[in-house]
């Protein structure tokens, strides 16, 4: 990755985090830059100059790199399960309040360069962001194998069965949205297939924003399994969560 006149003075300074961050990560960086770019925070960013910019840009590709891997992983471990309950499991593994914990279990907070508005306490949604940003970092090293292996490293094997389901996902979602942001999620719903033989999917949503994401044999099936999809994927700390969806968004 390019980086601007002064790049490697900067590199030189922050070489101790740099090494720390790759103990963590059980990967050494060809080009550091990838690494310290996932390293800042836009906070920092905006206080002071980095050669290397901030992480925002790789949170997005980190997305889809462990979004990629983990269901590969699920189809590898389990062939027969249906797309409705591996939707369900790999937003169990790669929910917010999971890559969090991941990134404090690790410590890859404290490696976190940041500005005085975020400073000295990281955010879990930040942690969790952090996450993203150095697979994607490792990703762009080193490719795909690497990533793997580091996702692997940071948060385990994704779960061989989905996590225990409300026994009612939709009123359980509807209650807790109403409790904490005085909202209900809505569901839009599409069907495919021969008409003796249906499959409909559909997707819980609030503000336009996807919560989850479930399939079924009918419509009631599939908003449960959108329901039990979007509880799993939210934090679960309701302060989190408000931060998520602050008043005056859509």
Known sequence: M???????????????????????????????????????????????????????????LGDAVLSLVTTEALLRATPDAGEGELTVRRAAHVSEAALARAALAAGLPALLRTGKSVAPVVPLSTGADLVEAVLAAVYLDAGLEAARACARLLLGEPPRLPP???????????????????????????????????????????????????EGPNKQAATEAA??????????????????????TT
């Open 2 to 60: 390019p980086f601007e006149r002064g790049g490697a003075a900067e590199l030189d300074r922050e070489g101790s985090r740099l090494e720390r961050a790759e103990r963590v990560l059980g990967h050494v960086f060809r080009e550091r830059a990838l690494l310290l770019r996932a390293l800042t925070h836009s906070s920092f960013t905006n206080e002071q100059h980095s050669s290397v910019g901030d992480n925002e840009t790789l949170e997005l």
């Open 164 to 214: 225990p389901r409300a026994a009612n996902p939709k009123g359980t979602l509807a209650e807790r949205l109403q409790r904490v942001l005085h909202e209900a999620p809505t569901y839009r719903v599409e069907s495919d297939g021969p008409s003796h033989a249906l499959t409909f999917r559909a997707r819980a949503v609030l503000r336009d924003r996807l919560l989850g994401e479930g």
């Open 227 to 248: 329901a039990a999809a979007a509880l799993a994927a939210l934090p679960e700390d309701d302060g989190e969560l408000r931060a998520r969806f602050p008043p005056g």
